[in-house]
């Protein structure tokens, strides 16, 4: 079967009307027919409402909530507990090996999600290693583990609402070693280091039915999140599926080819990095920021976000001064006190910005490494 890469089109009508906050969304997208249409259905419903709830500034982490119900072929879908309300299926079939999907969507976002209260938070990758690199051999994607990597950084910095994708780091990490892990964290002004690995890569060969054998390949990824200032790990979690390898068992696969993202291999890595993402902004969304104060002259305080994080010039910013003490088992534990103080964003740049303490005759009792939250303007 031919396979075509999956286009995304999103085409939104908004109306608000006067007695409600809501609005209606219109929104179309395809998936390729890999498997069946049924599995085609599903991923493009996934990719338009993915699509128009970060068009509405919903957060989007709450799809994984809904993703269960699409697998039923209906024509309207009702939620409740969710910023999307309401699903109508417009218009779907097949149109040139893809299955397409026109959507409206009611949508309420609320004003309240963490990734609209709070500065988007730095977030680092490491290289994501083969477990068995033995089993890279069928198609020689050794590389496979660098690959998937780039893969996912780019749909956090693509994707994200609640992250700034810091890139992939070659240094070997994990929580036995946190000393690393913040020293790394410092290094990429980071929150949050993602690490992980690849742990499955094996093929077995479907012979069912009266047709030609069918190769399949297993993708089995651990990923996990840990905390920059503690080195706890604070997300983990596996992730493991099956698709079609179409590629000649003799053949050397180059996996930094559309040739290959663009087979049923590839679509479903990128499905799992998708899906890594959207787990990533349940999970960790709603941490609280940490922005820190990085410089201080006279009255003007520098902090270590800007632009990307979502800053803007007349921010009204509030001060948590960083006490640490030994607890009774010898413990060291970080205290956050609030202060009275007050800053408010003067100029911003692209990852750093420039606030003014208010009160003038209090900027003498704050110290680097301070730290600074969003506060109601």
């Known amino acids: ?23 209606w969304y219109e929104v179309s997208a395809s998936s390729p027919i890999l498997e069946s249409q049924q599995a085609a259905r599903v991923r493009a419903l996934e990719a338009a409402t993915f699509d128009a709830m970060r068009f509405a500034g919903a957060d989007v982490g709450s799809l994984q909530q809904l993703k269960r119900f699409y697998s039923q072929a209906k024509t309207g879908y009702q939620f409740s507990g969710n910023a999307v309300r309401e699903v109508q299926v417009l218009e779907e079939g097949t149109q040139g090996g893809n299955y397409v999907v026109n959507l409206r ?25 083969i477990v068995s690199p033995q089993q890279a051999a069928l198609g020689g994607i050794y590389q496979f583990g660098d690959d998937f990597s780039v893969l996912l950084n780019r749909e956090i910095k693509q994707h994200a609402q609640s992250f700034v994708g810091r890139g992939i780091a070659n240094v070997d990490v994990s929580p036995n070693a946190p ?33 030609e054998a069918q190769n399949n390949r297993q993708l089995a990824v651990n ?9 706890e790990v604070i997300f983990q979690r596996r992730y493991r599926d099956v698709a079609q390898w179409p590629f000649e068992r003799h053949s050397q696969v180059d996996t930094q080819t559309a040739r290959f993202w663009q087979s049923p291999y590839g679509q479903m890595a990128r499905r799992m990095s998708r899906n890594i993402l959207l787990d990533l902004e349940s999970s960790l969304s709603c941490r609280a920021s940490k922005p820190e104060i990085v410089a201080l002259k006279d009255n003007i305080a520098q902090i270590n976000v800007g632009r990307i994080n979502g800053v803007k010039q007349g921010d009204q910013l509030n001060l948590w001064h960083i006490a640490s003490f030994t607890d009774d088992l010898g413990i060291v534990r970080t205290q956050r006190r609030k202060s009275g103080i007050t800053l408010t964003v003067a100029r911003v740049y692209e990852s ?24 109601v303007n």
């Not at 999956?6 to 609005?23: D, K, M």
């Not at 990923?223 to 080195?231: I, K, L, T, W, Y």
């Not at 750093?352 to 506060?375: F, H, M, R, W, Y």
């Open 105 to 129: 969507l009611d949508i309420y976002p609320s004003a309240n999600a963490c990734h609209k209260t709070q500065y988007k938070k730095g977030m680092v990758l490491t290289r994501f290693p």
């Open 352 to 375: 750093s910005a420039e606030a003014v303490v208010q009160p003038n005759n209090l900027s003498g009792s704050i110290q680097i490494g301070d730290i600074v939250t969003k506060g």
């Open 1 to 23: 079967m031919k396979t075509l890469l999956a286009r995304l089109t999103l085409i939104v009508s908004l109306s608000v009307a006067p007695w409600t906050h809501a609005a």
């Open 223 to 231: 990923v996990q999140a840990m905390d920059s200032e503690s080195g």
């Open 179 to 211: 000393r690393t892990v913040a020293m790394l964290a410092e290094d990429k002004d980071a929150q949050f280091v993602i690490t992980g690995a690849i742990t499955d890569l094996s093929a077995t060969t479907d012979a069912s039915g009266f047709g």
